[in-house]
């Protein structure tokens, strides 16, 4: 095999690994929860969260397909954090909020989960239909999870739960609810591969240039 060709084999198979690496952070290959996980998750999540419930928990987590959710978010702060624990969080609700969120992106992004956007309300509700109390809100986002695994997996987490105190202190109401993707503008694999692609074609042009040039 003469030189160029070796290179090329190389680039277009490093491509390719790189490629394959970013699919399994993204969750390309992930799998449904089995039986086993989803007993231990539930058991753990209601130990650390009695009230909730845990029928509907446990349906959401038997329906999991191992697609991403990603989670749709309001949130209302408080004039000033409340004291959570014992814990005085200081007179800024956003900085509360913050100390939660540099955790949770922090831990999402090491499982192939990211905020897909995040915003601040700049007026009141301009259409408010069926609910009550809808009116303010402060922020507003979406995150996508990997899975429902790495979605249980972070709220059963023992540093989530000691973080959870800030997001507890930081907000008067919200709602936050899962969806599947139907329709988006963008893809963040389809943007990868196409950059991996057209870096992987740069340096295909320099082989060839180097080649000739031999």
């Known amino acids: 095999m003469k030189k ?12 390719g690994a790189l490629f394959v690496a970013f699919l399994t952070w993204h969750g390309a290959f992930e799998s449904p929860l089995t039986d086993a996980e989803i007993d231990r998750l539930v058991a753990r999540y209601m130990e650390l969260n009695p009230d909730e ?7 959401f987590l038997e329906e999991d397909d191992g697609n991403p959710v990603v989670m749709v ?7 000033r954090p409340v004291t959570v624990n014992g814990r005085d969080f200081g007179d800024s609700s956003a900085a509360a909020l913050n100390e939660y969120s540099r955790f949770v992106f922090g831990y999402l992004l090491r499982r192939g989960s990211y905020p897909l956007w995040t915003g601040n309300a700049v007026f009141d509700s301009l259409e408010v ?10 922020t507003a986002g979406l995150v996508r999870y990997r899975s ?19 997001k507890v202190a930081a907000i008067q109401k919200t709602f936050a609810y899962p969806t599947r993707t139907g329709l988006a503008a963008s893809s963040l694999s389809l943007t990868v591969g196409l950059i991996l692609i057209v870096l992987a074609l740069g340096g295909q042009l320099l082989i060839t240039r180097q080649t000739r040039a031999q």
């Open 4 to 15: 160029h060709q070796l290179n090329s084999l190389l680039l277009w198979g490093a491509t």
């Open 53 to 59: 419930d845990e029928a509907g928990l446990r349906q």
């Open 73 to 79: 978010n309001a949130i209302q702060l408080h004039d």
């Open 129 to 138: 239909w069926g609910i009550d109390n809808a009116e303010l809100w402060s």
């Open 148 to 166: 429902r695994r790495v979605m249980l997996e972070m709220a059963t987490d023992p540093d989530f739960v000691r973080f959870h105190d800030a």
